[in-house]
Nanobody, 124 residues
Framework: QVQLVESGGGLVQAGDSLRLSCAASGRTFSAYFMAWFRQAPGKEREFAAA????????YYADSVKGRFTISRDNAVNTVYLQMNNLRPEDTAVYYC?????????????????WGQGTQVTVSS
């Protein structure tokens, strides 16, 4: 069992930055592939970014590439999402999720544990 708690969301203006954090507890954090997903009102949950167990490989959706950076600190069991140059279309609830393994997966159904989500709202 893994417990995940996201934080760092808020209301910002277009062009601003936010950093989301996801603190994990339970099983060995470093054994898990970590990802951030987001879900806008009326839309399906979509992949945003992922990072492998060591933090050496990262993956991004085209919509966030070049603006978002995912990172992790296995010493404190936390994964981060640095979001720069935010746009109104980035408005969503952001979730972190984990799955065992070494292969990047972009489907939310393949992730075993989820946090409760944190709201990010970007005004124009």
């Amino acid at each position: 069992q893994v417990q995940l708690v996201e934080s760092g969301g808020g209301l910002v203006q277009a062009g601003d930055s936010l950093r989301l954090s996801c603190a994990a507890s339970g099983r060995t954090f470093s054994a898990y592939f970590m990802a951030w997903f987001r879900q806008a009102p009326g839309k399906e949950r979509e992949f945003a970014a992922a990072i492998n167990r060591s933090g050496g490989s990262t993956y991004y959706a085209d919509s966030v590439k070049g603006r978002f950076t995912i990172s992790r600190d296995n010493a404190v069991n936390t994964v981060y999402l640095q979001m720069n140059n935010l746009r109104p279309e980035d408005t969503a609830v952001y979730y972190c999720a984990v799955r065992p393994g070494t292969v990047v997966v972009r489907s939310p159904g393949r992730y075993d544990y989820w946090g409760q989500g944190t709201q990010v709202t970007v005004s124009s």
